[in-house]
């Protein structure tokens, strides 16, 4: 009990008072009154309670400082690209290249502001997450109740709570009457926990939903009254857990971005290959290695691709104004790619999988006629369907009598659509409307209600209907029958005794709720006699319309979906098996893994059971967030979606976070790296297949670029070293370059994506983007367009000397060679007319602008001084485009072979699966 004075509290004591998340549900109120050293009646002493502010601290969320913005922005810098072209940059300066250093400077500057605008905002996670630690609360101390801020209680604090109130702090309950609370946001259940102050039975591991005489902050008094005692505050909160697990959490970097880090570690070697390669090449031929130096160092700068981030840029954001048009909100420009490698999809049930409303979808009348149930959510919309029954005009009338008792044995309303009031009855008002157009509210007067309690698991409703007074009651099977001697069948009311309804209604109650659904009994009575049983009713929170098709074609594209739910075992495998998480086969008990079950697993045990299992029930943010990183341990990229509280970390640590738009809690939404504004889990396919299409146009550009950069580099190199005249000129470089870096080569990274894309499996984020495949197509475009370049250049000197028209025919035909190439560079395995010739409307534009420009250089008095050109004539042209369009030609054909490789090979391992299927028939 309390003591007047209290001394100051030792370390042990300290230790003692702040209790386990489950230790308080498994003791007597008056173990932790001891514990706490307060009384339960009076609560603590104002002395008390200030002692404990400077031993406990406030009940307040710190969220840590911010890093100020210079230094988010010079954080851009730290990619090994753009670290890369800086480099590139002062070298430039070095050698007087004041243009190129200022054209590479500019490319920075653009790329990393628009980068730090897309991804710069204020850490608001935690903010959001501290609003749900209510401003003020009842206290009582000193025996009399305060009203002041919830910062300012600790642990022994009384707190009393009532319908409406947001729980302040975590609490062991004292006393409670019809007490419920909506922990969905903590939890991601639907339905409200009715509460009990009652002492639990000792359990390893309690899970938060279990620990039902204890309310938690941020949770909402559904309905009752209550009061109890402060076990935790602030950070010890189970609140407070996930708001330090947040705010510990590093959201990690995207692939595309490792792919960029990668490449630009890639391009530094190549760069210095290149450099040591030209020195040895001159030292070798007696020239200064100094001079050779300085050639080395121009040529590897000019071949590192600086219109890169600049194409990465612009294409990742168009694409995410592709996908803002398709109601996903993405905020990182990275994440748009990102979503295009994904492999294991972990998703909430609860809000996410499902609509979050509860719908009817069983009846089973009095009498036993079965019943089905369209249509949902908290909306009329939909019908019933007789499934067995001998009369059906009969169990029309028995349905009347059903929607009856659902309208009256109600709290609830719906307007528009949206509920005021419990889910459970939500549904029922909804099954109502769908079963009769009677407002059946009209015809009486409520006289009397006996709300649900844990004790009689029955809600009762007395209404006047004309002279009589009518009792509507629903609740649990075995409360309801105990209170009924007859039953409806066909409009008529027949005895219980003798008859196979209670046996037969027993087992379809267990039958249904073995489906994951929440059965309730109904039943009506006369003037406080014994009730008429009317049948059962089940209902579930339904997947949502497009949630199936979307599993089935992640599950067709190679994405793998796995569910993350607190809800029941059998709840989480009737939804899983209702959206073909399993695929042809039918849900296995044992092929679902508890929360608890996880405590006991090591990380290593964990990471075996990830592979295969595609349901985890009643499980918590921290083991939402283990499941997460077991995935990624295997080296799969994991994208999470999810909706409460609950989900927050877990999305946060995923490689892509994806949080719901309407019925997402802002904590979920501001963790989120995408939000879908219409909760539609199907637009992720949508994402998926954006994501796939820009890594693959951003890959497309790089070989394009690079494989025309080496080419005119090698040209360069060739002259240089072999001391003949160069076959362009700087201005005709200069060209080349604009080209390189301009129209064509940004087209191509708004190619539309491939209509095969979604069957193509993840792309593997191991492989680089330079990969071995790339490699070769640039280095042989590189090396057709030299040969033929040299091949022009050679016969127009035939008579030794380089004359205006040479070095025009030598200019066009490399730029033809760049135009074809780009053509070429479209795709890497489809031929261009497979893609459709027009279907870029962009890299067309592009094309025929370069091309034009390109004439107008060759054909226009001063374009033809500044470049030193003279006009060719229509033979020449036509020599040098049936010349050019070899590089198109060749990759056609190189594609073409491929193609034909790979599907003879698919022939082979079909034919094979076939043999051994055969030979083990």
């Given at each position: 009990?309390?003591?007047?004075?209290?001394?100051?509290?030792?370390?042990?004591?300290?230790?003692?008072?702040?209790?386990?998340?489950?230790?308080?549900?498994?003791?007597?109120?008056?173990?932790?009154?001891?514990?706490?050293?307060?009384?339960?009646?009076?609560?603590?002493?104002?002395?008390?309670?200030?002692?404990?502010?400077?031993?406990?601290?406030?009940?307040?969320?710190?969220?840590?400082?911010?890093?100020?913005?210079?230094?988010?922005?010079?954080?851009?810098?730290?990619?090994?690209?753009?670290?890369?072209?800086?480099?590139?940059?002062?070298?430039?300066?070095?050698?007087?290249?004041?243009?190129?250093?200022?054209?590479?400077?500019?490319?920075?500057?653009?790329?990393?502001?628009?980068?730090?605008?897309?991804?710069?905002?204020?850490?608001?996670?935690?903010?959001?997450?501290?609003?749900?630690?209510?401003?003020?609360?009842?206290?009582?101390?000193?025996?009399?109740?305060?009203?002041?801020?919830?910062?300012?209680?600790?642990?022994?604090?009384?707190?009393?709570?009532?319908?409406?109130?947001?729980?302040?702090?975590?609490?062991?309950?004292?006393?409670?009457?019809?007490?419920?609370?909506?922990?969905?946001?903590?939890?991601?259940?639907?339905?409200?926990?009715?509460?009990?102050?009652?002492?639990?039975?000792?359990?390893?591991?309690?899970?938060?939903?279990?620990?039902?005489?204890?309310?938690?902050?941020?949770?909402?008094?559904?309905?009752?009254?209550?009061?109890?005692?402060?076990?935790?505050?602030?950070?010890?909160?189970?609140?407070?857990?996930?708001?330090?697990?947040?705010?510990?959490?590093?959201?990690?970097?995207?692939?595309?971005?490792?792919?960029?880090?990668?490449?630009?570690?890639?391009?530094?070697?190549?760069?210095?290959?290149?450099?040591?390669?030209?020195?040895?090449?001159?030292?070798?031929?007696?020239?200064?290695?100094?001079?050779?130096?300085?050639?080395?160092?121009?040529?590897?700068?000019?071949?590192?691709?600086?219109?890169?981030?600049?194409?990465?840029?612009?294409?990742?954001?168009?694409?995410?104004?592709?996908?803002?048009?398709?109601?996903?909100?993405?905020?990182?420009?990275?994440?748009?790619?990102?979503?295009?490698?994904?492999?294991?999809?972990?998703?909430?049930?609860?809000?996410?999988?499902?609509?979050?409303?509860?719908?009817?979808?069983?009846?089973?009348?009095?009498?036993?006629?079965?019943?089905?149930?369209?249509?949902?959510?908290?909306?009329?919309?939909?019908?019933?369907e007789i499934l067995t029954s001998d009369d059906h005009s009969g169990t029309q009338k028995d349905l009347e009598r059903l929607a009856e008792c659902a309208t009256l044995c109600n709290n609830a309303s719906i307007t528009c659509g949206q509920l005021l009031g419990q889910p459970t009855e939500g549904a029922l008002l909804a099954l109502a409307q769908k079963l009769s157009i009677k407002n059946f509210k009209e015809e009486g007067t409520r006289v009397k209600e006996i709300p649900f309690s844990s004790e009689s698991k029955v809600m009762e409703v007395i209404y006047q209907l004309g002279p009589a007074n009518v009792s509507f009651v629903k609740g649990a099977l075995e409360k309801v029958l105990i209170k009924c001697d007859t039953y409806l069948h066909h409009g008529k009311i027949l005895p219980l005794e003798g008859s196979s309804v209670p046996a037969d209604s027993v087992r379809f109650c267990a039958e249904l709720g073995g489906k994951g659904l929440r059965v309730l009994a109904l039943a009506r009575g006369v003037d406080g006699g014994k009730l008429t049983f009317l049948g059962l009713v089940a209902m579930q929170d339904p997947p949502r319309p497009g949630v199936p098709a979307a599993v089935r074609t992640l599950a067709e594209s190679g994405v793998r979906t796995v569910m993350l739910t607190g809800d029941a075992k059998e709840t989480a495998l009737a939804i899983g098996d209702q959206i073909g998480l399993f695929g042809d086969q039918r849900p296995v008990r044992s092929g679902a893994v508890a929360g608890?079950?996880?405590?006991?697993?090591?990380?290593?045990?964990?990471?075996?059971?990830?592979?295969?299992?595609?349901?985890?029930?009643?499980?918590?943010?921290?083991?939402?967030?283990?499941?997460?990183?077991?995935?990624?341990?295997?080296?799969?990229?994991?994208?999470?979606?999810?909706?409460?509280?609950?989900?927050?970390?877990?999305?946060?640590?995923?490689?892509?976070?994806?949080?719901?738009?309407?019925?997402?809690?802002?904590?979920?939404?501001?963790?989120?790296?995408?939000?879908?504004?219409?909760?539609?889990?199907?637009?992720?396919?949508?994402?998926?297949?954006?994501?796939?299409?820009?890594?693959?146009?951003?890959?497309?550009?790089?070989?394009?670029?690079?494989?025309?950069?080496?080419?005119?580099?090698?040209?360069?190199?060739?002259?240089?070293?072999?001391?003949?005249?160069?076959?362009?000129?700087?201005?005709?470089?200069?060209?080349?370059?604009?080209?390189?870096?301009?129209?064509?080569?940004?087209?191509?990274?708004?190619?539309?994506?491939?209509?095969?894309?979604?069957?193509?499996?993840?792309?593997?984020?191991?492989?680089?983007?330079?990969?071995?495949?790339?490699?070769?197509?640039?280095?042989?475009?590189?090396?057709?367009?030299?040969?033929?370049?040299?091949?022009?250049?050679?016969?127009?000197?035939?008579?030794?000397?380089?004359?205006?028209?040479?070095?025009?025919?030598?200019?066009?035909?490399?730029?033809?060679?760049?135009?074809?190439?780009?053509?070429?560079?479209?795709?890497?395995?489809?031929?261009?007319?497979?893609?459709?010739?027009?279907?870029?409307?962009?890299?067309?534009?592009?094309?025929?602008?370069?091309?034009?420009?390109?004439?107008?250089?060759?054909?226009?008095?001063?374009?033809?001084?500044?470049?030193?050109?003279?006009?060719?004539?229509?033979?020449?042209?036509?020599?040098?485009?049936?010349?050019?369009?070899?590089?198109?030609?060749?990759?056609?054909?190189?594609?073409?072979?491929?193609?034909?490789?790979?599907?003879?090979?698919?022939?082979?391992?079909?034919?094979?699966?076939?043999?051994?299927?055969?030979?083990?028939?």
């Open positions: 009990m309390i003591q007047d004075s209290e001394d100051s509290l030792d370390s042990e004591r300290v230790k003692e008072m702040w209790l386990s998340n489950s230790h308080p549900a498994v003791v007597p109120v008056e173990e932790v009154e001891n514990i706490l050293r307060t009384d339960r009646v009076k609560g603590l002493s104002t002395r008390q309670a200030e002692e404990r502010y400077t031993t406990f601290g406030y009940n307040e969320l710190i969220v840590k400082d911010e890093e100020p913005v210079w230094k988010k922005y010079l954080e851009q810098f730290k990619n090994p690209l753009i670290i890369l072209l800086l480099c590139s940059a002062i070298v430039s300066i070095g050698m007087k290249q004041y243009d190129d250093a200022a054209s590479i400077t500019l490319a920075i500057v653009i790329v990393v502001t628009v980068g730090f605008i897309q991804e710069y905002r204020s850490e608001k996670t935690l903010e959001k997450l501290k609003k749900l630690v209510p401003p003020v609360c009842v206290c009582v101390r000193d025996g009399r109740p305060e009203s002041f801020e919830a910062k300012f209680l600790v642990p022994g604090d009384l707190v009393t709570m009532q319908t409406g109130d947001r729980i302040p702090a975590d609490l062991r309950l004292v006393s409670c009457m019809d007490f419920a609370v909506d922990e969905s946001s903590l939890t991601g259940e639907l339905e409200p926990i009715l509460k009990t102050s009652d002492v639990l039975p000792k359990k390893e591991n309690l899970a938060t939903n279990e620990m039902i005489n204890q309310a938690f902050m941020g949770t909402m008094v559904v309905t009752g009254r209550a009061t109890g005692l402060v076990v935790a505050t602030a950070d010890k909160t189970q609140f407070g857990q996930v708001f330090q697990m947040m705010s510990d959490e590093v959201a990690p970097d995207t692939p595309l971005q490792n792919s960029m880090n990668l490449l630009g570690k890639q391009l530094s070697a190549y760069s210095l290959v290149v450099i040591g390669l030209i020195m040895l090449a001159g030292w070798y031929q007696g020239k200064q290695v100094l001079v050779m130096f300085n050639i080395g160092v121009s040529l590897a700068v000019a071949a590192i691709p600086e219109g890169l981030p600049i194409v990465t840029v612009v294409t990742l954001a168009l694409g995410v104004m592709r996908m803002a048009g398709k109601q996903a909100i993405v905020k990182k420009l990275p994440t748009v790619e990102a979503l295009g490698c994904v492999n294991v999809i972990c998703t909430d049930k609860t809000g996410t999988v499902t609509c979050n409303q509860m719908t009817a979808t069983n009846l089973v009348t009095g009498g036993g006629d079965r019943v089905q149930v369209t249509g949902s959510g908290y909306h009329p919309e939909g019908a019933a608890e079950d996880l405590d006991r697993m090591g990380d290593a045990d964990l990471q075996t059971v990830v592979r295969s299992v595609q349901v985890f029930y009643r499980v918590s943010p921290r083991h939402k967030v283990r499941i997460v990183a077991a995935l990624q341990s295997h080296g799969l990229i994991v994208a999470m979606t999810g909706d409460g509280v609950n989900d927050g970390v877990a999305v946060k640590r995923a490689d892509v976070g994806i949080a719901m738009g309407k019925c997402g809690t802002d904590v979920c939404k501001e963790a989120a790296d995408v939000i879908l504004l219409d909760d539609d889990f199907s637009t992720i396919l949508c994402a998926i297949e954006e994501g796939k299409s820009i890594f693959i146009n951003i890959r497309n550009f790089l070989r394009f670029q690079l494989s025309t950069s080496i080419a005119a580099l090698s040209l360069i190199s060739i002259s240089t070293l072999m001391g003949t005249a160069n076959p362009l000129n700087p201005m005709q470089i200069l060209w080349i370059n604009i080209i390189m870096d301009g129209p064509p080569a940004q087209s191509l990274g708004v190619e539309p994506s491939d209509k095969e894309l979604m069957k193509k499996p993840p792309r593997n984020t191991k492989v680089a983007m330079l990969s071995k495949d790339i490699l070769i197509n640039i280095i042989l475009s590189a090396a057709i367009i030299v040969c033929g370049t040299l091949y022009v250049f050679k016969e127009m000197m035939e008579d030794g000397k380089i004359t205006n028209r040479d070095t025009t025919m030598t200019f066009t035909c490399f730029v033809f060679f760049d135009m074809f190439n780009a053509l070429s560079c479209r795709s890497n395995t489809k031929s261009v007319f497979q893609l459709g010739l027009f279907s870029n409307k962009a890299f067309c534009l592009a094309v025929l602008f370069s091309l034009v420009g390109q004439m107008l250089v060759i054909y226009t008095p001063p374009l033809q001084y500044i470049f030193q050109t003279e006009a060719l004539s229509a033979g020449d042209l036509f020599f040098l485009v049936c010349l050019t369009s070899s590089i198109f030609i060749m990759s056609e054909v190189k594609k073409f072979a491929e193609r034909q490789l790979l599907a003879r090979r698919k022939k082979v391992t079909r034919t094979n699966s076939a043999k051994s299927l055969i030979s083990l028939v």
